[in-house]
């Protein structure tokens, strides 16, 4: 998302004075990249409206805080990202449906191979995210998995964090990323499968 930098100058100067013209503006502008931002983290549109309230007003609170020789767009979305997380930790117990992530994915031999390998599956998950004909049923696999997997691999494979960004965000070590984002694209993997066993 782009912006003129005349209209992000009008912005983010009638956001720092309060002006009410502006701030309507500025919601009907950014509320629909951002809900969408946010609705890859959340498993239904009423949390992820609620995040997007709360992450509305945050922007506005701290408009102060945006250096302006940077596009803002960036740093909108990070406000929106790191609103999501902090929401997900807050509620994960209570609103996680609870997965047997082990039980899902596929089994491996001791040398690595699979024991009952998925039929048909050539494809790397990193190109499925781009596969825009699995549609649904890719969003589904990542809605289904558990919030500490969903989260590194929506903001590595969607969102195009780094791995040091998303250990930051996350407060984890990158090998513990790396491992939960491979663990959550051999689960997507499977669920899948079945998705190229009929094409073929």
Known sequence: ?????????QIIEGLKSQNADTIDEFVH????????????????????????????????????????????????????????????????AAREREIQLDDSLPQFTTDGQYI???????????????????GGELYDAIQALPFEYRVPLVLRDIEG???KQISSLLGLKE???????????????????HYFEDAI
Request: overall charge positive; cysteine-free.
């Open 1 to 9: 998302m782009s912006i003129r930098e005349i209209d992000q100058h």
């Open 29 to 92: 502008q950014f509320s629909r990249p951002l809900f969408g931002v946010i609705l890859n983290y959340t498993k239904n549109p009423s949390d992820a409206e609620e995040i997007l309230q709360d992450t509305l007003l945050k922007i506005i609170r701290k408009i102060e805080t945006f250096r302006e020789e940077s596009d803002i767009w960036p740093w909108i979305k990070r406000i929106a990202v790191n609103n999501s997380i902090m929401w997900l930790r807050k509620y994960r």
């Open 116 to 134: 009952n390998p998925p039929f048909g599956w050539s494809v790397d998950p990193e190109e499925v995210m781009l596969n825009r004909e699995l």
């Open 161 to 163: 964090y780094s791995i």
């Open 175 to 193: 090998p513990t990323t790396k491992t939960r984002i491979h663990r959550a694209r051999l689960f997507v993997r499977e669920k899948l499968a």
